[in-house]
């Protein structure tokens, strides 16, 4: 009897976590749309930095959006690992369309640690003319106003870092939809709910925007290159200095690519893992949150089927009330309106998720695997990369001072960019130079 009782209170907890993120959420959009009218005066220069592998759905329609923004001055800088990758071709058309836009497109970055998108970055910062940088996903897409919504905070000193929200685009799939149809809610969801309880100490990877001056006090990128979760730690790390992480008032989009529902279930075990090794605490607190498991335990030790039916009710309404407070009305997600009902289907795949997050730290990025402790991406595939580090260090033994310096970074060993993939693993280490570089409108 006590034992069923306590079940019965603990599956209050997901109820109450609902209503406390609605409340958070409704505080926030509704001042959100009360100043929706402010014109933003502070306009600094901007660096756009992308760091880039492949092409993602719609890519150059993703490029083009950031060339077609209502902002005065800024750059905008790519880099890829090397000049046969996909989006190249991409790039540089953008460049031929848009030649009153300043663009570049970097070649190669040196290899500075596990993470190919930090070592992008670490070359990104170094190329950026201006101090205030902007760092936004290939996979993202922005309105006309996005760079003057960023950049506005700024103009308090208080303020060391913006982020965004996201919205979703979807091409089909149902693996897809599923993904789509809650992850914009969830992640709003706890976000505005710790603003609002402790303030913001992450930022988001759909915008990461900060200076170089904040940068270089929390040690660059460089010292992020071997981190799970960069967005995670350079939103935290400019809060620890006492700066405040603000969150600009519109989503951008997040266009995702047509996925199978293994490659849904894959996407969420990598960030769940992911999760518990960067935040335990978070991670464990999923378990006390997830409305559907709580909700199925109480409907079978209820002691009658009112009672049991009465945590049904409670549990659909809320849910249902948090996607459409959330996602349809404050994030205005074509894809929720239209599948916010899907909710209670991703909340049961998440607790399988969850569940099997305690018994892997091993994650597939890229078609490279790796393990992931206390943060940090630890290679699977260490032979590859030793063997170039070897032949590396042995040539440079016969040069010159000067000379090894040279060719150390000429020749140094790139890892492929961590993103998500299923296709067959494969090891493959490149060779680029940093002096192959495509500038223009400088």
Excluded at 164 to 174: A, P, Q, T
Excluded at 304 to 311: D, F, K, P, Q, R
Aim: aromatic share 12%; net charge neutral; hydrophobic share 45%.
């Amino acid at each position: 009897m006590f034992l069923r009782d306590a079940f019965l209170v603990l599956a209050l907890g997901p109820f109450i976590y609902y209503l406390l993120t609605l409340w958070a959420s409704t505080v926030y959009f509704w001042r959100n749309r009360r100043a929706a009218s402010v014109h933003y005066a502070s306009t600094p220069l901007v660096s756009i930095l992308k760091p880039v592998r492949g092409l993602d759905r719609e890519a150059y329609e993703n490029f083009e959006s950031f060339c077609l923004l209502d902002y005065p001055e800024y750059e905008i800088l790519f880099c890829v690992n090397d000049a046969d990758d996909p989006a190249v071709p991409v790039i540089e058309r953008l460049q031929k369309d848009y030649p009153q836009r300043r663009i570049r497109l970097l070649i190669g970055a040196p290899h500075v640690g596990a993470s190919g998108k930090v070592n992008k970055l670490c070359r990104l910062v170094r190329e950026a003319r201006y101090d205030l940088l902007v760092i936004s996903d290939s996979d993202v897409r922005v309105e006309p106003g996005y760079l003057r919504e960023v950049a506005a905070p700024f103009a308090d000193p208080k303020v060391g870092a913006v982020t965004v929200f996201f919205r979703s685009d979807i091409g089909g799939s149902f693996g897809a939809t599923l993904d789509a149809a809650g992850s914009a809610v969830e992640f709003a969801a706890s976000a505005l709910l710790a603003r609002k309880l402790e303030g913001v100490h992450f930022t988001l990877g759909a915008t990461m925007a900060t200076t170089k001056t904040l940068l270089e006090e929390i040690g660059g990128f460089e010292a992020l290159a071997d981190h799970y979760v960069d967005d995670y730690e350079i939103g935290k790390r400019i809060a620890e200095l006492g700066y405040k992480v603000e969150f600009a008032p519109t989503p951008v989009r997040m266009v995702y690519p047509r996925e199978s529902v293994y490659q849904f279930l894959r996407h969420e075990l990598r960030w769940t893992i992911g999760l518990r090794n960067v935040r335990p605490r978070g991670h464990a607190a999923i378990g006390l949150i997830l409305g559907f498991p709580w909700t199925v335990g109480a409907l079978l030790a209820a002691p009658s089927a009112t009672i049991g039916l009465l945590y049904v009710s409670a549990y659909f309404a809320l849910r249902s009330a948090v996607y459409l407070v959330i996602g349809v009305w404050g994030l205005q997600d074509p894809v929720v309106r239209q599948k916010w009902w899907l909710a209670p289907v991703r909340d049961a795949a998440a607790f399988f998720v969850w569940v099997a997050s305690f018994f892997s730290n091993r994650i597939s990025w890229r078609g490279l695997e790796f393990c992931v402790k206390k943060g940090r991406l630890i290679p699977l595939e260490e032979p590859a990369r030793e063997v170039a580090a070897a032949s590396l260090r042995k040539r440079a033994v016969s040069l010159a001072p000067a000379d090894a310096l040279e060719e150390s970074i000429d020749r140094a060993p790139l890892l492929m960019e961590p993103a998500i993939d299923f296709s067959p693993r494969r090891t493959q280490v490149t060779e680029v130079s940093l002096k192959k570089t495509h500038e223009l409108g400088q």
